[in-house]
């Protein structure tokens, strides 16, 4: 029997189509030759998930995301409701998670199942509990969270120090600071030519400062000779000392310091103008009576002086002068 061509053409036509139809399929997640059932999980959001990402346990793939949309709960809040097809013959436990993960470090993403406790299994059109893990960018970013903090602290804090600096830097202090740079570098000049002299002067005067090096050497070399005499002039000392210590010196002094207490007692009374001594130094009556005595002694003095006759009564002939009148 002869196969027409328009029969060949039409079988390769419909063979490709056919094909064409299970790529489509398998490229979306549908496996139109293998055993599968249907998973469902509602997500708040979906980060990044796509149709036809796998469905994994413990690493190893058992389906993948079939189909994924936007839904609208009773009170009017959105979520994401993702299907999952299962290829793989697999017993899930009820009350698993559909973990939404990262599967490398370029972002791909995929969902794990974590199994419960539970004794009973999952049927096709069941739903797993959804639950999302944290994304790379927002772990990156709570851990940069606090650097970002203390890196922003510490550009705060250098500005204020620039701004400070920049306050105290201003041109008077620019130019003080450069004079004192000036004086610092002339003063080590200084010190550096002073260094020069120091060695001249020590190259010039070598011989002189050689002989006083000698004659402290021989000066302490006497000393060390006569280490015996010195210690014996010590002892000497030491027991004139302590003879001192032992002699009546501390009495004496103790009845001198009571002598000078008792004068300046004395001395303290006669200023207060107590007993006779105080009472002739400081009662003025005694001076002016012994002024005016001295005042009536000049007078008869010299009243005698003048009229001797009127005192001493004597004559070399025996006459008596009866005209002069009688005192």
Same mark, same amino acid.
Request: net charge positive; no cysteine.
């Given at each position: 029997?002869?196969?027409?061509?328009?029969?060949?053409?039409?079988?390769?036509?419909?063979?490709?189509?056919?094909?064409?139809?299970?790529?489509?399929?398998?490229?979306?997640?549908?496996?139109?030759?293998?055993?599968?059932?249907?998973?469902?999980?509602?997500?708040?959001?979906?980060?990044?998930?796509?149709?036809?990402?796998?469905?994994?346990?413990?690493?190893?793939?058992?389906?993948?995301?079939?189909?994924?949309?936007?839904?609208?709960?009773?009170?009017?809040?959105?979520?994401?409701?993702?299907?999952?097809?299962?290829?793989?013959?697999?017993?899930?436990?009820?009350?698993?998670?559909?973990?939404?993960?990262?599967?490398?470090?370029?972002?791909?993403?995929?969902? *794990?199942?974590?199994?419960?406790?539970?004794?009973?299994?999952?049927?096709?059109?069941?739903?797993?509990?959804?639950?999302?893990?944290?994304?790379?960018?927002?772990?990156?970013?709570?851990?940069?969270?606090?650097?970002?903090?203390?890196?922003?602290?510490?550009?705060?804090?250098?500005?204020?120090?620039?701004?400070?600096?920049?306050?105290?830097?201003?041109?008077?202090?620019?130019?003080?600071?450069?004079?004192? &740079?000036?004086?610092?570098?002339?003063?080590?000049?200084?010190?550096?030519?002073?260094?020069?002299?120091?060695?001249?002067?020590?190259?010039?005067?070598?011989?002189?400062?050689?002989?006083?090096?000698?004659?402290?050497?021989?000066?302490?070399?006497?000393? *060390?000779?006569?280490?015996?005499?010195?210690?014996?002039?010590?002892?000497? &000392?030491?027991?004139?000392?302590?003879?001192?210590?032992?002699? *009546?010196?501390?009495?004496?002094?103790?009845?001198?310091?009571?002598?000078?207490? *008792?004068?300046?007692?004395?001395?303290?009374?006669?200023?207060?103008?107590?007993?006779?001594?105080?009472?002739?130094?400081?009662?003025?009556?005694?001076?002016? =009576?012994? =002024?005016?005595?001295?005042?009536?002694?000049?007078?008869?003095?010299?009243?005698?002086?003048?009229?001797?006759?009127?005192?001493?009564? &004597?004559?070399?002939?025996?006459?008596?002068?009866?005209?002069?009148?009688?005192?």
């Amino acid at each position: 029997m002869q196969i027409s061509k328009e029969l060949k053409i039409g079988v390769v036509v419909t063979a490709s189509i056919g094909f064409f139809i299970w790529g489509i399929n398998f490229l979306k997640g549908r496996d139109l030759f293998s055993h599968k059932y249907e998973l469902y999980a509602v997500y708040p959001k979906i980060d990044g998930l796509i149709e036809a990402n796998p469905l994994l346990i413990n690493g190893f793939k058992i389906g993948q995301i079939n189909k994924i949309s936007l839904i609208q709960d009773k009170k009017g809040q959105y979520g994401v409701l993702v299907k999952f097809l299962i290829t793989e013959d697999v017993q899930i436990p009820k009350k698993s998670i559909a973990k939404a993960i990262s599967s490398d470090l370029l972002g791909s993403k995929a969902v *794990e199942i974590i199994y419960s406790k539970e004794t009973e299994f999952v049927k096709s059109g069941d739903t797993l509990i959804a639950e999302t893990e944290e994304g790379l960018k927002t772990s990156v970013s709570k851990q940069l969270a606090p650097l970002q903090q203390k890196i922003e602290g510490l550009l705060s804090s250098v500005d204020s120090v620039m701004t400070v600096v920049q306050v105290v830097l201003n041109d008077k202090t620019r130019d003080n600071l450069h004079k004192s &740079f000036e004086s610092i570098k002339k003063a080590i000049q200084s010190l550096e030519q002073t260094a020069y002299k120091m060695d001249d002067l020590m190259a010039s005067e070598k011989n002189k400062i050689s002989s006083i090096l000698t004659k402290f050497n021989s000066l302490a070399g006497m000393l *060390e000779k006569n280490t015996g005499k010195i210690d014996h002039i010590i002892g000497n &000392f030491s027991n004139l000392t302590d003879s001192l210590s032992k002699s *009546e010196l501390k009495s004496a002094i103790s009845e001198a310091d009571k002598t000078l207490s *008792e004068l300046n007692k004395l001395m303290t009374q006669i200023n207060a103008g107590q007993g006779t001594f105080g009472k002739l130094i400081k009662n003025d009556s005694l001076y002016n =009576n012994l =002024n005016q005595s001295t005042e009536d002694l000049d007078k008869l003095l010299n009243d005698l002086r003048i009229n001797p006759e009127r005192y001493i009564h &004597f004559s070399v002939f025996g006459r008596k002068d009866k005209n002069k009148p009688k005192l």
